[in-house]
């Protein structure tokens, strides 16, 4: 297993350089540079000629990526113009938001997915599988904002059950209870809803999981040992639809950078996605460079450890 | 030796195919005595996997009528709670293909460990572990110690089958059904486990119930011999009896049609025409009768019945009576097909 | 000049591993196999699984790549270490699949599946292609009027003659039958084996027939090949290996084979016994330091066996 691992983690370093390649050569064919947001535009052009000397912007596209890749390795980014703040601070500041809000999410996905996914599956064809099935339906039809949307409009500003705006409410001390509580409060609607859409998949894969090892000839063997249907589908037909699943949760954390992009912008939550957005609106280019790095790094990261924990979950896979 | 282990009276076993049942096992009427194989011989579509599987009471989704007796109890229609008391403990099963028979995720040995524990729920851990590696040697599997530990994908198909086989006679079951239990193995490897089948048999005096479409392993294994058609069985008779006396055009058939040491490139006995599907299985009359079209209509009976035409040797319908085979010339020039 | 000869044929498979997935070492699935067929003549390849026969078929028809060693076909090379001359063994050589489940496209018709390889090879107008597809169904003993139909909707014996209809659409001369019966029926087994006689005397075929089951090599066969771990063990005349086998794991595997004679039960368990206490005695005897077999040597004329040194 160690090895699988290994090996995964050595196939995973050109992956991330492949990727900031990629990513800084996207943002040199951004118009403009550094300096063209940075600098009164009434100023001479041969200073800024020299400007762009001095900061390495004339040399060639590998000689700037190298030195753009060092400084990005030791967490330099350069600087947000709009913030006037350098890029990594900005980011330190949202991404616990945005991880807060994730955790949760992931969290009430499998909270829903997995009850759901072992009725659908046990009792397929049967009127409470029809009525999942068709949930799922709905959940992949329905665009992700779009059902933000209905959410925020209705218990948010209909209702009024929950806040429709920031991380948590104005005032109060940080470390408190009270703050937590209220961040709490902040994240359970955009969490929710963004979990509602996201769990389809996996209800609809456990559900198939389920109806497939149901099938399967060691559940036979099982029913002839003389076990009971409960202990056939606890000790058998679970464990054996549930590894599966298990090893699809590195890849949800991809599923979720796209959600929270999304959802952050809907809910105005102040994490990483909003201000994605809120950066290419702008033409911040040195915080969408650094966020989608960061996204991407993250998305390589899920499947490396979906693969680790497939490969240690499925004795099959261990062994090669 | 003659004691009955179970008695299985017009059973009836249906599956629903679109708005209807279709009977795969059909008004089959039969015992299986202590300390005898009684091999279950046909093709697909026979009905003879269907049986065994409504014995052990496995089909989840099918209609069965009639009735088996075992241990003064009809089991066809017991409630899953008692019959889950006879599973596994007293009515053991082995499964044709051992790959997919065992959990790819569990350990062997704790596949085995759950039959016991399942049974004996008391025993302590340590108890049914030591019971797990004597299982393991009795069914011949080297190393029964590490062993334990392996995953059925670690081990080759002859020791998987060990393995199955061990599950099926953890408890010292009375009755064990095998189903077709060589079917996916090597030969020299078949040898080893009808060999292992028949050395549990004679420790144990348990009845065995073999489920076959090979005649070579019945004639090498079986005491006594059940030939199943279309959902019906069409001749019982000890193994002697049949192989040397056999009557209904169907057995003699199939063993015209095996390929025999005497007769090397000669051409082996077809039989006309195919099995016919559930939906379209002739359910008036002689079920063979499509298939042997040169005998008179007349030789069959309306509704046949088994006929007992010496002790113990029965045959469905009258058309064995006087039944030949057309001559072969006629026969091999024109393949019956379609 | 024998149809098919095959020297020293190997074919090795690089099993790979370690973090940076190099060649560890290789699996010698074939591992020097000769074999001659006479024109017009069955040859069983036997074998348990893992011996390597169902690579040699394929290898010979170029479905695995050769690593070394020749085969000729009409006395050309086929593929000589990679190279390849005799550019129309494609058509003269066809092969048929041991499962008529999966062998067979589901979603074409048989029309589509019988004239695959005339498509490939020959020009033929719609209606051309239909006639001949109707022929070729017709020897095969299916009637004409499924050429619109698809594989689920016949028996496995019906599917294995779509196979065979294929496989002899465009007259080839050489068939490698993988196991063709294996997966039917005992009924449809005998018809699918008489039928193969009988088209092998009216189209002069020439079969190289793989199965694990030594009753149905028996029946079909003329010479034998036994192999083991990828080497032969013994080969010769069907006569030469049922009647007078030499080498200890063909007695084996023989001596396996079920008996129709319900009697000779005893006697045979006893003669098992002492096959198998020879065969566990003996075996480092007839089995290198390896457990492979040792080179084959002359028994008589037709007869060559693996046996060890010290005996020859």
């Known amino acids: 297993m160690w090895k699988t691992t290994a090996r995964r983690m050595t196939i995973m370093v050109p992956q991330i350089v492949l990727l900031s390649i990629l990513v800084f050569l996207l943002a040199k064919a951004m118009p403009g540079d550094a300096l063209t947001g940075l600098l009164d535009p009434s100023i001479d052009p041969a200073a800024l000629d020299e400007q762009r000397e001095r900061l390495g912007l004339n040399n060639p596209w590998y000689v700037q990526y190298w030195d753009w890749a060092v400084k990005a390795l030791h967490g330099d980014f350069g600087q947000s113009f709009r913030f006037k703040m350098p890029v990594s601070d900005l980011i330190g500041q949202r991404m616990t938001n945005t991880v807060w809000l994730s955790l949760l999410t992931l969290a009430l996905t499998y909270l829903i997915a997995i009850p759901l996914g072992i009725i659908s599956g046990r009792y397929h064809d049967t009127w409470a599988d029809r009525a999942i099935t068709g949930y799922t339906y709905l959940g992949f039809a329905a665009p992700l904002f779009i059902f933000a949307l209905i959410l925020l409009w209705v218990f948010g500003f209909h209702l009024g059950w929950f806040p429709t705006e920031g991380s948590v409410a104005p005032g109060t001390a940080s470390g408190s209870l009270a703050y937590v509580m209220s961040k709490i409060y902040h994240i359970l609607l955009p969490a929710l809803s963004m979990a509602l859409i996201t769990t389809v998949t996996t209800v609809q894969y456990l559900r198939s999981e389920i109806i497939d090892t149901k099938q399967k000839d060691f559940i036979i063997t099982a029913r002839a040992k003389g076990a009971s249907e409960s202990r056939v589908y606890n000790r058998h037909i679970l464990r054996n639809s549930l590894l599966p699943i298990a090893a699809f949760f590195g890849y949800e954390i991809t599923g979720l950078i796209g959600g929270t992009v999304f959802i952050e912008s809907i809910f105005s939550y102040p994490g990483m996605g909003q201000l994605f957005l809120s950066s290419i609106s702008l033409r911040d280019f040195s915080v969408v460079t650094a966020l989608v790095l960061l996204y991407g790094a993250a998305s390589i990261l899920g499947a490396l450890l979906s693969d680790t924990i497939l490969s240690f979950v499925d004795p099959r896979i261990r062994i090669k | ?338 | 000049m024998p149809l098919l000869e095959v020297q020293d044929l190997k074919v090795h498979f690089p099993v790979r591993g370690g973090i940076f997935n190099r060649k560890l070492r290789s699996i010698k699935a074939v591992d020097g196999i000769r074999l001659a067929i006479e024109q017009g003549r069955t040859y069983g390849l036997v074998g348990e699984s893992g011996s390597g026969k169902t690579t040699t078929g394929r290898a010979i028809i170029g479905l695995h790549p050769i690593t070394s060693g020749t085969v000729l076909f009409e006395g050309q090379p086929i593929f000589g270490d990679g190279l390849r001359g005799h550019a129309g063994f494609r058509k003269d050589i066809q092969m048929i699949f041991q499962d008529p489940y999966s062998s067979l496209n589901p979603k074409k018709r048989v029309l589509d599946i019988v004239a695959e390889p005339l498509r490939n090879f020959e020009k033929l107008s719609a209606r051309e292609e239909k006639r001949r597809v109707e022929q070729l169904l017709e020897q095969v003993g299916l009637s004409p009027e499924t050429i619109h139909k698809y594989p689920h909707q016949f028996s496995g014996g019906q599917r294995q003659r779509i196979g065979i209809a294929r496989a002899i659409a465009l007259k080839p001369k050489l068939i490698i039958a993988d196991e063709p019966v294996s997966a039917l029926d005992v009924s449809v087994q005998a018809q699918v084996l008489n039928f193969l006689q009988e088209i092998q005397e009216r189209l002069q075929l020439t079969y190289l027939f793989i199965s694990h089951d030594l009753g149905i090599i028996r029946h079909m066969c003329d010479h034998i090949g036994i192999m083991y771990k990828g080497r032969y063990v013994e080969q010769g005349t069907t006569a030469d290996i049922f009647e007078n086998p030499q080498h200890i794991y063909t007695k084996r595997l023989i001596t396996a084979i079920p008996d129709m004679d319900p009697s000779k039960r005893e006697r045979l368990r006893q003669f098992r016994l002492a096959v198998k206490t020879e065969y566990e005695q003996a075996y480092d005897r007839y089995f290198d330091a390896d457990g492979l077999a040792y080179p084959l040597r002359p028994v008589s004329a037709t007869h060559l066996a693996a046996l060890p040194e010290e005996r020859g």
């Open chain 2, 1 to 338: 030796m003659n004691e009955e282990l179970v008695r299985i009276e017009h059973l009836t076993t249906s599956f629903r195919i679109g708005d209807d049942y279709y009977a795969a096992v059909d008004d089959v009427s039969l015992t299986v005595r202590k300390n005898e194989i009684l091999a279950i011989v046909g093709e697909s579509g026979s009905g003879k996997s269907a049986l065994a599987f409504s014995i052990m009471g496995l089909h989840t989704r099918a209609r069965i009528e009639g009735s088996i007796f075992y241990g003064g109890q009809d089991i066809a229609h017991l409630p899953p709670s008692k019959l889950n008391r006879l599973r596994g403990n007293e009515l053991g099963m082995i499964f044709q293909d051992p790959l997919s028979a065992l959990n790819p995720l569990m350990v062997v040995g704790s596949q085995i460990d759950e039959v016991i524990l399942l049974h004996h729920p008391k025993r302590s851990a340590k108890e049914r572990k030591r019971s797990v590696i004597d299982l393991l040697e009795k069914v011949g599997i080297p190393r029964p110690e590490h062993t334990y530990g392996l995953f059925p994908h670690e081990l080759s198909g002859g020791m998987r089958q060990r393995i199955v086989i061990a599950i099926a006679i953890a408890n010292e079951p009375k009755l064990l059904i095998a189903d077709e239990p060589t079917t996916a193995l090597d030969v020299t490897i078949q040898l080893q486990i009808l060999e292992l089948i028949k050395r549990l048999k004679e420790d144990s005096g348990a009845g065995v119930v073999l489920i076959t479409h090979d005649l070579g392993v019945v004639a090498e294994m079986a005491d006594r011999v059940a030939v199943m058609y279309a959902g019906q069985i069409v001749e019982i008779a000890d193994i002697y009896t049949l192989l040397s006396d056999a009557r209904h055009p169907y057995t003699r058939s199939l063993l015209q049609s095996i390929p025999s040491a005497g007769a090397a490139k000669s051409k082996l006995h077809v039989i006309q025409g195919i099995v016919p599907s559930l939906q379209h299985l002739p359910r008036q009359g002689c079920r063979f009768r499509g298939r042997i079209p040169w005998i008179d209509e007349a030789a069959h009976e309306e509704q046949p019945t088994m006929h007992e035409i010496a002790p113990g040797h029965f045959v469905r319908c009258t058309c064995h009576k006087n039944f030949r085979f057309p001559n072969r010339k006629e026969e091999g020039a024109r393949l019956a097909i379609t």
